[in-house]
């Protein structure tokens, strides 16, 4: 059942339990598929003049074999087989991206933006198919490149000998994804809702800083979305939200600063009055004092917080993967 896999409140505070002999098991387990898989990688980087054949084989080998011991260890009832799962079911994934890659480039012989395309296309349906059956973070990581892999496949410039290509339509795109998958997680669409957050907040950030020929406007989209992220996070009550339009406006507001006044003294003495006065405007909006009065709410309340959602297991410890 879906609602079986889902991440029981990702994001919660997890409960101690008992340590049992579980806990050695999945040790064993995660010991096993690491060292299986590596063994494999090594074995066949040893046979001479391995043909593409041969290395789609391997890979579909690897895939298949994580695919299934995912599949039983999740046959398990304890949260710890889903776990399992999820991350056997990550590696499985990555082994058929790999795979496919190998037989549209090197077999079929497909390159360039076609190839891209339909190898992104063919990860992406492996992805969503694990991420429909188990609603995990590493599914929904997985899901989420793979849908942001075939977006890029589709704009990406081709290569030319005239400088750096214009990666603006590109950059745009990923900031405009990142939002949409920020919207869905908060409405509950994608799973889990936490890792969704996470997921589209750091693209909207970081989608804008790939502006090639229009980087002060990629800066400056890129810092407006980081201070929106943390206006968000405080309306929603999402501390992971906030935490990341924090991160956005410190690193990228350093970011500016050091990529264009780095080389000038009067430059980075502007900048430093510039950051002086806004620490100040700052200290003067808040009153300068524990003891200021509470201003009115600029926004109406927020909706409640997120907690499991209706389709998700029966309480237990709570795991991010």
């Known amino acids: ?10 994001g919660a505070r997890q409960t101690p339990s008992a340590v049992t002999i579980e806990t050695a098991v999945e040790i064993l387990g995660y010991l096993g598929a690491a060292v299986g898989v590596a063994a494999t990688l090594v074995a066949a980087g040893q046979v001479q003049d391995l043909s593409e054949g041969g290395a789609l084989a391997i890979t ?3 895939a298949a074999g994580l695919l299934g011991a995912g599949y039983l260890f999740g046959l398990r009832p304890l949260e710890r087989g889903q776990r399992m799962r999820s991350v056997l079911w990550f590696g499985a994934a990555e082994a058929w991206a ?14 360039g933006r076609g190839g891209a395309i339909v190898s992104s296309v063919l990860g992406l349906a492996i992805g969503a198919a694990l ?15 793979a849908i942001l892999a075939v977006l890029v496949s589709l704009v990406f410039p081709e290569t030319s000998f005239f ?3 214009d990666l603006t339509g590109m950059a745009m795109l990923i900031w405009a994804f990142g939002c949409v998958w920020l919207f869905l997680a908060t409405r509950r669409i994608v799973e889990p809702v936490r890792t969704g957050m996470v997921l589209g ?38 501390r ?16 500016v600063v050091v990529e264009h006044v780095g080389d000038s003294t009067g430059g980075a003495i502007a900048a430093l009055v510039a950051g002086i006065l806004l620490l100040a405007l700052a200290l003067f909006a ?21 907690g499991p959602g209706p389709s998700s297991e029966p309480p237990g410890p709570p795991s991010a993967i």
């Open 201 to 238: 907040s750091i693209a909207a950030i970081v989608g804008p800083l790939v502006f090639t020929r229009t980087r002060i406007a990629g800066e400056v989209l890129s810092l407006v979305t980081a201070a929106g992220l943390l206006v968000l996070g405080e309306w929603l009550g999402e």
């Open 163 to 165: 400088g750096v290509p």
């Open 286 to 306: 808040s009153g300068m004092g524990p003891g200021r009065p509470l201003g009115a709410p600029l926004l109406p309340p927020g909706p409640p917080p997120l």
């Open 240 to 255: 992971a939200v906030q935490g990341l339009g924090i991160a956005g406006l410190l690193l990228v507001s350093a970011g």
């Open 98 to 111: 790999v795979g496919v890659t190998v037989l549209i480039g090197e077999i079929v012989g497909l390159d």
């Open 1 to 10: 059942m879906i609602g079986e896999a889902m991440d029981p409140g990702a």
């Open 60 to 62: 579909l080998v690897v």
């Open 131 to 145: 991420w429909w059956q188990l609603r995990r973070s590493l599914q929904e990581i997985f899901l989420f490149l």
